[in-house]
């Protein structure tokens, strides 16, 4: 069965560190996209891409990059960890089509510590 | 710019009742779609329901029925006869079009349900 998937699911990082969290997605979808998730704020939109070597900033851009060599593959590195990425990390892929109505699939998402 | 509101940060139902979450919407774009999504405390997103801004008749998927009122603006989640299952947060999110963003998703803050016995 077509997947979407993070790794690691859960890490603990130093202040200044590179970070990079891995999506990959068997759905051959174009679009990827990382949010961010935080008490108060729900979902914010970091990064997304709408086809290889395509790659946009969302909302809360500053201070990630995202990457996009292949369909599959959608990694978010954290240049230079800071205590306000503490946070839930969300990997999710879409088809092309607007028509494609609820085909949005989530990762099970990306706990992020930064100490 | 596209923004979606959830004014209830938390809500209590008794099991076997109805409840509705509430979600008010924003965009200048003729065509969206509206999603709701359920968070258990597991962490993960899982998809409910979708709501076209052509679609003629509120969607519906089980127990779960969205209240959309294209006028107003609001795409409210209903869930009927309550499970200690439901008892998660509820985000609310829309797509925008062509000028509203594509195929991104905005969310709002979520609403926080806790079904009681």
């Known amino acids: 069965d077509a997947e979407i998937t993070q790794s690691p699911r859960h890490k603990i990082t130093e202040t200044g560190r590179q970070v990079t969290l891995a999506c990959h997605q068997t759905?051959?979808?174009?679009?990827m996209f990382w949010y961010r998730q935080d008490l108060g704020h729900g979902l914010r939109l970091i990064h997304y891409?709408?086809?290889?070597?395509?790659?946009n900033k969302g909302e809360v851009s500053d201070g990630y990059s995202v990457s996009r060599s292949n369909t599959e593959d959608l990694p978010l590195t954290l240049e230079s960890a800071a205590s306000s990425q503490t946070s839930v990390y969300f990997c999710?892929?879409?088809?092309?089509?607007?028509?494609?109505?609820?085909?949005?699939?989530f990762g099970e998402g990306s706990w992020l510590t930064v100490v | 710019a596209q923004k979606i509101t959830q004014t209830q940060p938390g809500m209590f139902v008794q099991e076997k009742e109805a409840v509705t979450l509430d979600c008010t919407y924003d965009?200048?774009?003729?065509?969206?779609?509206l999603f709701w999504y359920k968070q258990p405390s597991s962490g993960e997103m899982i998809f409910l329901i979708y709501?076209?801004?052509?679609?003629?008749q509120n969607a519906t998927e089980g127990r779960y029925s969205l209240n959309f009122q294209k006028a107003r603006k609001s795409a409210n989640l209903v869930i009927s006869a309550s499970q200690l299952g439901d008892s998660a947060m509820y985000f609310c999110?829309?797509?925008?079009?062509?000028?509203?963003?594509?195929?991104?998703?905005?969310f709002g803050t979520g609403t926080q349900l806790k079904v009681e016995l």
């Open positions: 999710a892929s879409s088809e092309s089509s607007r028509r494609s109505g609820n085909t949005i699939y």
């Open positions: 759905w051959n979808h174009n679009n």
């Open positions: 891409s709408y086809g290889v070597q395509d790659t």
């Open positions: 965009t200048s774009d003729p065509s969206y779609g």
């Open positions: 709501q076209g801004s052509y679609d003629q």
């Open positions: 999110a829309m797509r925008g079009g062509v000028t509203g963003g594509g195929n991104k998703l905005t």
